[in-house]
């Protein structure tokens, strides 16, 4: 079967939306980027978003794609056949890179580079972790979590900032889409905030960690850990049902971190960029 696209979030929503509950973990983070552009449309950019899903001859949906530009285009678990059939459908369109899980990574990659006439390189595995339960460490850092709020704003945009840019992303987020749900967790030690957690509103029943910063003169001290439980039992306290979060497995200290938190692990993947 071949590829369909659309830039309609609706029609996506109403075709993909069965698919993508079926697995709320693995699809963590496309059930919030799809909520988030139902809501607003320019939720990622100013750009037209593009989805897409793949289907048996049966009909059924089997693996999707999404693409906010200028950032990567996203897949889920993709049939073997999915991922030529992917490079086919996308052909013409500018993309900067893919995010995919670990087993497709090389096919796409191979077949892009050979239709778009680019190179490939790999920017970053990730891994995606699920708390199983949650372990609190013996002896807690000094200080206390808060939730962010609007005379935070600068702090966060330069965290932001300084967290897209030393894990290589070419991004920026405004504070504001996460301040308005009290989505932004900090660990203030008694004198001033020393580290932030993100987490996502709920998708079926699942909250992602998303972003865990801490200023480089403040690391090794413990706050990313107690600013990632006060998220974590945040969301909990929500009503979720389970927390998810990735990592880089490039950094050995943050994966340690949330295995001794109780975050077990469930699927890899990998993020290509495309250059000419």
Do not use: K
Request: proline share 9%; hydrophobic share 40%.
């Amino acid at each position: 079967m071949a590829w369909q696209l659309t830039e309609d979030v609706e029609t996506f929503h109403a075709t993909a939306g069965r698919f993508l509950r079926a697995r709320p973990i693995e699809h963590t983070n496309l059930l919030t980027m799809v909520e988030a552009l139902r809501h607003d449309l320019r939720s990622y950019g100013p750009e037209a978003p593009i989805f897409g899903w793949w289907s048996t001859p049966a009909g059924q949906v089997a693996g999707v794609l999404m693409q906010t530009p200028p950032y990567p285009v996203i897949f889920s678990e993709l049939p073997t056949p999915a991922v030529p059939a992917a490079v086919l459908a996308l052909a013409g369109r500018p993309l900067p890179g893919a995010n995919l899980p670990a087993s497709a990574v090389d096919g796409f990659s191979a077949g892009w580079r050979s239709r778009a006439r680019v190179r490939a390189h790999v920017v970053r595995r990730t891994r995606l972790y699920r708390l199983a339960t949650l372990v609190l460490p013996p002896t807690p850092p000094p200080g206390s979590a808060r939730y962010a709020g609007p005379d935070d704003r600068e702090l966060l945009r330069g965290w932001l900032r300084a967290f897209h840019d030393e894990i290589g992303e070419r991004r920026s987020d405004d504070p504001d889409r996460f301040l308005a749900y009290g989505g932004i967790l900090l660990w203030d030690d008694g004198r001033s905030p020393v580290s932030m957690a993100i987490r996502s509103q709920p998708a079926v029943g699942t909250v992602r960690i998303q972003m865990v910063y801490t200023p480089p003169v403040q690391r090794g001290r413990g706050y990313a850990g107690a600013v990632t439980i006060a998220a974590t039992q945040a969301a909990l306290g929500s009503g979720a049902e389970s927390v998810v979060l990735n990592t880089d497995l490039a950094n050995p200290t943050s994966n340690a971190l949330y295995q001794r938190l109780g975050f077990r692990p469930v699927e890899d993947r990998v993020i290509v960029e495309f250059t000419a």
